[in-house]
């Protein structure tokens, strides 16, 4: 079997495609746009089996569409709600969703969901059609967006669960997961791995169970007893989440893990923090005391925007924290900042910043 990238795409064919894009009056990232379309003829040239094609096409259709959806909201704060289309709306969970849902739409939130029944139906109703958006899934038995974002053009559907998954996840700066099914477990298993690995920046997830249930209890046991007992995940894994059957305190999670901390920025091995208030030093020499552990080398430092940070004009007029993070540590990486949003000198809870 030849090797593809013994196959590169001819000269004459890259110049063709960047003139193809000069013409189409693509003026900003022309290397990224060029790089696509020098993946697309690579894939003709393999030569891919049809069905591979097909299903490229199709993913990159379906995020263009879903990108396009998500851009006029590009600066609005977004938590996707999680949970099962079974739900009936008499079940406490479904009004534990809608409230939810109401409690942050009432903040500036809007609120991001699969647009089927069940739970994605209660916390659409909640937000309401204006602060709502929908990734819906083409299944033989789930086919419409429900009523309230089938009532706007905040929906996209999608045919394959990967291309709906990455956007549920992408744009949001929270997760809330009501009780469900295999789904529901699904997406909540991939954020706790995004956030372990380091794939995805921290942001806060909430377990939201109805007063009085005991569903993430019973999932919190098994990672207790069996998971960290057994070695595959770490004693503070589970820590990242909150489980919780208190629709107030699901509502201030996600708000409050925005009290402080902004933004973040790799810089080749160094990590910048971008905060919305100064610490102090004595606060910073406590965070260095607390997170030693956490650092490859150094000290957890003050510091002015980096050169980067001033070329891009990356978040330049924020106070920052920068560190050399031990890379095996990244997913423990929350705990920092919890405690950056419990410094004394931090400002009121607030939005997060557009990334």
Not at 47 to 64: C, G, N, V, W, Y
């Amino acid at each position: 079997m030849s090797n593809p990238a013994a196959n590169p795409v001819p000269p004459g064919v890259t110049e063709a495609l960047r003139s193809v894009i000069s013409e189409a009056g693509i003026t900003e990232n022309i290397d990224l746009v060029a790089r696509i379309l020098t993946t697309g003829v690579s894939l003709g040239m393999d030569p891919a089996d049809r069905l591979d094609l097909k299903i490229t096409s199709a993913a990159l259709t379906e995020m263009r569409a879903a990108f396009r959806l998500f851009a006029p909201y590009e600066g609005v704060p977004k938590v996707t709600i999680f949970g099962s289309a079974r739900t009936k709306s008499a079940d406490t969970l479904y009004r534990s969703a809608a409230s939810v849902a109401e409690a942050l739409a009432e903040q500036g939130w809007m609120v991001v969901t699969g647009a089927g029944p069940g739970i994605m139906q209660a916390a659409a109703e909640g937000a309401g059609p204006h602060r709502s958006i929908g990734v819906s899934i083409r299944l033989p038995f789930e086919e419409k967006p429900n009523a309230v974002i089938g009532s706007s053009a905040n929906n996209v559907a999608m045919k394959y669960f990967f291309t709906r998954k990455l956007m549920l996840v992408k744009e949001s700066h929270g997760f809330v997961c009501v009780p469900g099914g295999f789904g529901t477990l699904d997406e909540m298993f991939e954020l706790l791995t995004l956030q372990q690995t380091g794939k995805a920046e921290p942001t806060p997830i909430v377990l939201l169970d109805a007063p009085g249930g005991t569903f993430w209890q019973g999932l919190q046991r098994f990672v207790d007893e069996q998971l960290v007992a057994s070695g595959v995940v770490s004693p503070d894994d589970f820590d990242r989440v909150l489980v919780t059957d208190s629709v107030t305190a699901a509502a201030d999670a996600i708000t409050g893990f925005w009290r402080n901390y902004d933004s973040m920025r790799w810089v080749g091995k160094r990590l910048v923090l971008r905060l919305r208030a100064q610490p102090t030093d004595a606060e910073i020499a406590d965070l260095n005391e607390r997170f030693a552990s956490l650092l490859a080398q150094g000290s957890i430092e003050r510091s002015a925007p980096l050169a980067p940070e001033l070329s891009d004009d990356d978040h330049v007029d924020l106070p920052r924290l920068v560190l050399t993070l031990d890379q095996f540590r990244v997913g423990s990486l929350f705990r920092l900042i919890r405690a950056i949003n419990d410094l004394p000198s931090a400002s009121a809870p607030a939005v997060p910043a557009s990334t």
